[in-house]
T-cell receptor
Framework: DSGVTQTPKHLITATGQRVTLRCSPR?????VYWYQQSLDQGLQFLIQ???????AKGNILERFSAQQFPDLHSELNLSSLELGDSALYFC??????????????FGPGTRLLVL | GEDVEQSLFLSVREGDSSVINCTYT??????LYWYKQEPGAGLQLLTY?????DMKQDQRLTVLLNKKDKHLSLRIADTQTGDSAIYFC???????????FGTGTRLLVSP
């Protein structure tokens, strides 16, 4: 158990809908990362937040957005969902997320199926 | 640019050694990692190597880095059925925490 929790574990929804994925980082970690794992794109970095502020952006679609709250939990919002958004979404956390290298601890993921 | 390649599949017998290979294209990579993904679980960091090292050993795991050829390998000694999983190599760069993952290698260990 990494200490990173993600809810829900599974999500089934329809095209055009909007969903919110939630992540609670390890206690004390200030940085949260979101990754998407899909069959055609593999594992891709989406976005990083550090202490409530966006720090780095990857291949995140404009239909997707994220935020990190004062209690450091993070939410990834996916809107106008398409079939191709079906994927496993991982959250990871690390103590600082800047400067020296540090380990990212991954949650178990949320599996999203868009029908 | 960022591009990390791995072979898709490896099958070995229990007790044999497994070698999983990875090639990357970005010579500015600072850290290289091996992650393990089991069904229904997240990504578990197995080991990592700094780009100025050639080799790192951690119990049954040996990581070899050939920086000239941009080639990374993970050797698992005395492979067990519990080692069956998908293995990802990943890279990151100094000052940037995002991980760039390879395509993943599915390791199947048969008794």
């Amino acid at each position: 158990d990494s200490g990173v929790t993600q809810t829900p574990k599974h999500l089934i929804t329809a095209t055009g809908q909007r969903v919110t994925l939630r992540c609670s980082p390890r206690s004390g970690d200030l940085s949260v990362y979101w990754y998407q794992q899909s069959l055609d794109q593999g594992l891709q970095f989406l976005i990083q937040y550090y202490n409530g502020e966006e720090r780095a952006k990857g291949n995140i679609l404009e239909r997707f957005s994220a935020q990190q709250f004062p209690d450091l939990h993070s939410e990834l919002n996916l809107s106008s969902l398409e079939l191709g958004d079906s994927a496993l979404y991982f959250c990871a956390s690390s103590p600082r997320g800047q400067g020296e290298w540090e380990t990212q601890y991954f949650g178990p993921g949320t599996r999203l199926l868009v029908l | 640019g960022e591009d990390v390649e791995q072979s898709l599949f490896l099958s070995v017998r229990e007790g044999d050694s497994s070698v999983i290979n990875c090639t990357y294209t970005d010579s500015s990579s600072t850290y290289l990692y091996w992650y393990k993904q089991e069904p229904g679980a997240g990504l578990q960091l197995l080991t990592y190597i700094f780009s100025n090292m050639d080799m790192k050993q951690d119990q049954r795991l040996t990581v070899l880095l050939n920086k000239k050829d941009k080639h990374l390998s993970l050797r698992i000694a005395d492979t067990q059925t519990g080692d069956s999983a998908i293995y990802f190599c990943a890279e990151s760069y100094a000052g940037f925490q995002k991980l760039v993952f390879g395509t993943g290698t599915r390791l199947l260990v048969s008794p």
